[in-house]
Every structure is written in C-alpha cells, then in structure tokens.
C-alpha cells in the first residue's frame, strides 16, 4: 500500500474491518439519524446546520459543506492532523490490533508527533509519581487538600508535581535515550538564552496534563507552589508544539464528552481547578477554556457536542470581558447561550467548597439567556438615566439587535429598550431597520474550506459513472477491464481505474473504503467517496446495472474515437500530402471511422487539401 510505509496490507484490512466509522465518529460529533445515514456538525469547518454525512454501509463521510470525505483512516488523519502511519497506529492501539514489530518504521525515523504524544504521557506519568511517591510532592498534595481535591480526582485527571531544581525532569529523559532537541520540541524544558543546554521548564509547581478529545496528553499546565516574583508567574502552560495548540483544546473535554452529550450542554469555566471541583462533585459536563477567551476552533469543538453552552467564568473584570469576547464566538458557531454570573470576587472551584453542589447547579439552572445579559451589562456599563449613556447604550443595544434573527426575541427587546432609554418604540424599530438592511449587504457567511472541492477535477460523466458501478456492483469491473484499456480512460480517473482493477486482482472484492486508501489526495478522496455513495446508482438491479456499465463503455469508446479523429485532422492539416498518400490517409481515415464516405466531400472541417 502506497500510503503504509511498512505495515502490512493484512494489518490494515484489520483495522479497518475491525474500526466502525459510525463509532469513531461518534467519538468525536454528535450524530443524528437521517434516513440510512447520519448526520452531525462537520468538525473541518464552520456551520450551524449540519452537512456531515456518514454511510454506515460504505463506511464513508462527506460533507456537502467543505468537501471533506473518505473512510476511518481519512477521518483521523484530517481531525488530528496525522501521517497515514500514525492514524493507522492510533486506530490498531483503538480496535487492539498489535503491528508486527518489523513493519514499525526504523530506529530514529518514528514521527515526531508520535515521540511528542510519548513523550507527554511518559512525563505525565513521572510528574504524577512525584506528587503521589515523593517527599517533594507532600506540598502539593497539600494545597490540592486544602483546595478540596481527593486522591480520586487526582488519579482521574492525572495532576503530578515538578520537582525543585533545574535538570530533574531533562536528566529523566536523557537516561532513556531522549535527545535535548527533541525534549525542546516537546516543550518540556527551555533552551538556555545563552550558551548551550536546556532546562526544566516546570519547577516547583502543581501540573496538570492536558488532554486532547481523545485522551493524548497534548501538553501541561503549571500552578507555582511559591509566592513572590521569584516563583515566576502563577500559571504557566507548555509552548505551543506540534501536537499542542491551546486554542483548540479544552481541559477535560476528554472525561466531560458523554455527559455534555447526554445533556446537550456544556459548562465552560476559566480554570483547572474549576472543572476538577465540578466533575468531583457530580457535575460532569464542565470544561475549561485555560484562563483565556474562547477561540472558533474551541466553539466548533463544543457546538460538535452540545447545543446549548453555559458560560461560568470568574465574577472579575477580567472575566466579565473574556465571557464577552466568547459569547459571539460561540453564538456564530450556532450555540444557544447562557450566562451564570457568580457571586463577586467567586469562581466555580470557591463556590463549590463554600455553598457545595447545590450553590453551582442553581447558579447554573439561573443562568441567564445571551441577549438578557448582554443588555444587563451595558445598562450598568453606561447610565441611560444620562444622555451620553443614553446614546451609546442605544447604540449597542440596537447593533445586538441586529444581528439577531428571531424576529419574536428582537422585537421582545426592542420594548425592553424603548423603556430603558424613554424613546418611542416606533422609532427605535425604524432605526433598527435600517442597521438591518445595511447588514444584508454584507455577507457573514462563515469561509469553508474548500480544499476538498472535486469540481475542479475535469472528469467526463461517463467514466465517474462507470467508476461508480464497479465500486457497487464488483461484478462489473471484469466486464470493464474486458472491454477498454486503462489508456482509454482520462488522466483524472485513470489512476483510480487502475487501483480498482489491482484491487479487485489481489482481493477479490473492492469498495470506496479500501480505495481510498491508496491515495493522498483529498480531491480524489471526495472523487471516490462520492461515486462510491452514489444514491441514483444504489437501487439498481443486476440487469439494470449491467445496461448502464455498457452505456458507459461505449461512449467511453466513442469518445477516445472523437479525440483520435480530431488528433488526425490536426496533424492531416499540417502535412504536404500527394496523391498516393492522399488515397492511403482516405483508406486508413475509413478503417477508423467504419465510414465509406469520403473525408473529401464531408465539409470543410476534414478538408485534407486544406
């Protein structure tokens, strides 16, 4: 297999006979059932109505949105950003399935995602047996007492502490065989800003792994156990790595997915401890955003699980203006939000010791609808009893207002603020319209990508729908290869013929799902995962399938013709002929065309005088 690089074939049949599409997509989307497939929020681009399909027969997903496509291994491949090899690891160590060790790729020439994705769990496993193991750690299992957290929730989310001293960690790896460079890769120590050498990064702090959807340790965060500017600054996370961006994770999104399905909400606060707090006590749909404002790559992330999202982050200015950020970020992804403000100078970790469990979830259930909260705060941002506030709480109101599409809710809160501000409700409306018919001119669209779009392949129908045939009714791939040469085919699908004919050579059988495996480009991927999930081919019998293949091949046939005759003309053209040639190019175009009719008195389109 071209795309393998020394796994074996047999290896990769298993896994993909053994990995169900449906399933590992589920790991990551909620899906709903729409007629014989699924549906769910496409996780490669921006949208509110889902456009992601996935065929349990075929075991193949399209998205009518981007043009994303293809089988298990596609699907990994795109969503973490990995090499065919490391997608095909991650899926044997999934479905259980052992790689013989002689197909692994040589010493030295692993990925270096996958040494980097190794090289975070082998760490989290060293900082964690110093929490639990160490004299060191008592301090910070300590702090995590007196914040409330168990033995359990430190098992559960795997926290650990690093160690004083400078070289602990780095000396760590460097006894197991790990290069300086490649602990500077993982973002594990910092490179000396003079000289050579590097040092731990994480020292004397509280860590805390962080963890992709799918349970790989991305990266760490570190609480300082010191006080004072020499402690450095109190939360410090991992530079960003190959395998770790912070915009596009969320700390325990990996042991929050089945509850925030389950109840089609998540909870998002600011910090570690907040969500460690919430899953200890029971509230299990909780993430956090690590201290920052929502990115569009966390709200795609959490639109894919949820429908509504609840933010709950700390009653600080700070807070205040990172929940602001967050919520059109969140809405445009098509979320429904609330907001639960706490109580001042609180976060959701404080309150839970406090008032317990019962103090969170009825601050969660008061959590405030989007609109309500916004008006909320710009009427204490700005006075409207004060004619300065008055214009510009107006003002910001109305822009609200006109970027919602419930025409119930806006004009719900157009009363609310004729109210507020003392003005005519009429004129408010009739301001509004106009800050609504500029907004129409403008397109807010999300961009999608379309990488993926497989218009730009100049494919001749006949052939996408013979290639169609023969990956859903195999019988017929005899019938084709009995009938026309590989030559007779076009650049574009010539390339999947041939792989089909190999295929069905060597296996027997073929579907979209195996063939899309021999091929790295995404183009021919939504090439073959559309023809191979053809609805109007589907329902055919037999007999009717047979017709139509022989339909294709002949006018795949007459159009190779087409192309040879106009190649002859072209080069007639050009040629100084006399009368013996002339009678011996009449013979020959005759032959080609089956015709007695003379090219000579056809029109002057095959004028071989010129």
Known sequence: MALSQGIPESVIDAIRQQTDLVSLVGEYLTLEKRGKDLVGLCPFHHEKTPSFTVSPDKQLFYCFGCGASGNVFSFIMKLENLTFPEAARLLAARAGIRIPERSKAPAGQDSVKEKLYAMNLLAARYYHHQLINTAGGKKALEYLRERGIGRAASEMFMLGYAPEGWDNLKSFFVK????????????????????????????????????????????????????GGTAGPKYLNSPETAVFEKGTVLYGLNLARDAIRREKTAVVVEGYTDVIAAHQAGIKNVVASQGTALTAAQARLLRAQAETVVIAYDADSAGENATWRGLKILQDAGCFVRVAELPAGSDPDSLIRTGGVAAFEKLLKSARYLLEYQLD???????????????????????????VSNRPEQDFYLKKLA????????????????????????????????????????????????????????????LARQALKLEDFEHDTRKVVEAIWSLEEKCGAVSGEMLIDLFADAQLHALITGLATDPSLQELDAEQAKRAADDCIDKIKQRKLARRRQELLRKLKDMKLNDQARILLREQWQMITGSNRSPYRSGGGEDFNG
């Open 176 to 227: 197991k065989g790990y290069s300086e460079q490649l602990l500077i890769k993982a973002g594990l120590v910092t490179p000396r800003e003079k000289g050579s050498g590097c040092y731990d990064r994480f020292r004397n702090r509280l860590i805390f792994p962080i963890m992709n959807i799918g349970g790989k340790v991305v990266g760490f965060g570190g609480r300082t156990l010191e006080e």
């Open 377 to 403: 705060i710009l009427r204490r941002r700005y006075n409207p009893a004060e004619p300065e506030g008055r214009r510009r709480y107006m003002e910001e109101v109305l822009g609200l207002l006109s970027q």
């Open 419 to 478: 109210e507020d501000v003392g003005v005519s409700e009429v004129v408010l409306r009739a301001e509004l319209s106009k800050r609504c018919q500029k907004g129409r001119g403008v397109n807010n669209l999300p961009v999608k990508d379309q990488t993926n779009n497989i218009d730009r392949l100049e494919i001749n129908p006949a052939e996408k729908m013979l290639i169609s045939l023969m990956l859903q009714e195999n019988e017929l791939i005899n």
